[in-house]
């Protein structure tokens, strides 16, 4: 059994530019929700997709936007990005979409760095 | 709205010493509370959740819906037990996380 992947690990953009990150579930997981972790601060939630819908959004602008697959991967994407967005993003996976009852596994995050 | 709070950004104790991480939380309805953990190098991981009540390394919370508190508890620390701790709050396990800004923990010899 494989655990949750994120690519890429580190990443360096510039204001304005766009970003792609990209998240494996763990095999068998057919949820996937992202999480932005700002320095010193706890992860914050994003979105979550559940069977390749949007299953939920935190308050974050609609220049977040995600994807999620038929394999159940996911993909994070950020137009136009701004200063603040610099920060650790992370993916957790999990079983049975938002009501269920199983736990988030989450990967080990990619760094993003707006300059 | 949901809110966590941990009061301590840094918490230092001995080894064999008693360590208690505070998390007090607001929510209108009834919440399922959770503690992650993060050691050095490492993902972050769930450590217990109060659903499950069970003692996990050693660790125990007890959710206090009078004081709104779900305080981590560990009768005698550990050098292992260094790391970050994360309280969360979700109305569901699978659904969003409400994480507050943790709180590090220094066990030294």
């Known amino acids: 059994e494989t655990g949750v992947t994120q690519s890429p690990t580190h990443l360096i953009k510039t204001r304005g530019q766009q970003v792609t990150l990209r998240c494996s579930s763990q095999?068998?997981?057919?949820?996937v929700s992202w999480y932005q972790q700002a320095l010193g601060q706890g992860p914050q939630f994003i979105f979550q997709?559940?069977?390749?819908?949007?299953?939920g959004r935190g308050n974050f602008p609609p220049r977040f936007s995600g994807l999620q697959f038929p394999n159940y991967s996911s993909e994070l994407n950020v137009n136009a990005l701004e200063l603040d967005d610099s920060a650790l993003y992370l993916c957790?996976?999990?079983?049975?979409?938002?009501?269920?009852?199983?736990?988030?596994?989450f990967g080990p995050g990619t760094r993003l760095l707006v300059l | 709205a949901q809110r966590v709070t941990q009061p301590e950004k840094l918490l230092s104790v001995f080894k064999g010493a008693p360590v208690e991480l505070k998390c007090n939380y607001s929510?209108?309805?009834?919440?399922?509370l959770f503690w992650y953990v993060q050691y050095s190098r490492q993902r972050l991981q769930l450590l217990l959740r109060?659903?499950s009540r069970e003692s996990i390394k050693g660790f125990t919370a007890d959710l206090n819906k009078g004081e709104t508190s779900f305080h981590l508890k560990k009768p005698f620390a550990q050098e292992e037990d260094s790391a970050m701790y994360y309280c969360?709050?979700?109305?569901?396990?699978?659904?969003?996380?409400?994480f507050g800004k943790g709180t590090s923990l220094l066990v030294t010899p």
């Open positions: 929510y209108s309805g009834s919440p399922e």
């Open positions: 095999s068998g997981h057919n949820t």
């Open positions: 109060h659903i």
């Open positions: 997709y559940y069977r390749e819908e949007e299953n």
């Open positions: 969360a709050l979700s109305e569901h396990s699978g659904y969003a996380l409400n």
């Open positions: 957790a996976s999990s079983l049975g979409g938002g009501r269920s009852k199983e736990t988030q596994y």
